[in-house]
């Protein structure tokens, strides 16, 4: 290598919440650096999760990190070139990637869902993961049954 690894960043915890998760969470949610404006849309889609969901007995919080959980991959599939093939290679995902594809997966399908504005749909996303159903929660099943698919080629790991 010829330079040394780029130094983490220290990501401040979210004002209403106090969670770091939350924080990293709006900032794949905002858009051209528009913070507060993710931050609002984030706070809205939690209330509106709250009222939807009263008989679920959890604060919107624990709701939301039951549905990330619910869309995190525990493996996937990369490309690697052996000879002139090129194989699908299933490989365990890393704990900070898990997390970023989970929130990535969960915003990327909030934001084609059908709907009045983005809290709505964020928040509608967010009640399918956690019920297990919806986009974000299909993409993470799909990796799972592809790397099933190609588990034959797991000695090609790197």
Known sequence: MRKA???????LPDPKYGDVKVTKFVNNLMVQGKKSIAFD???NA?????????????????IWRTALENVTPQV???????GGA????PT????????????????QFARKRAGKGMSDKLAAEIIAAYNQEGGAFKRKE??????????????FRF
């Open 86 to 89: 090129t194989f699908q290679v």
């Open 142 to 155: 799909d990796m799972h049954k592809m790397a099933e698919a190609n588990k034959a080629f797991a000695h």
């Open 46 to 62: 939690l209330d509106l999760v709250d009222k939807r969901m009263k008989d679920a007995g959890k604060s919107p919080l624990e």
């Open 76 to 82: 996937e599939v990369k490309s690697r070139r052996v």
């Open 41 to 43: 849309i984030f706070y």
């Open 92 to 107: 365990e995902v890393r704990p900070e990637r898990k997390e970023s594809l989970s929130m990535k997966n969960l915003i």
């Open 5 to 11: 690894k780029p130094k983490k960043r220290i990501i």
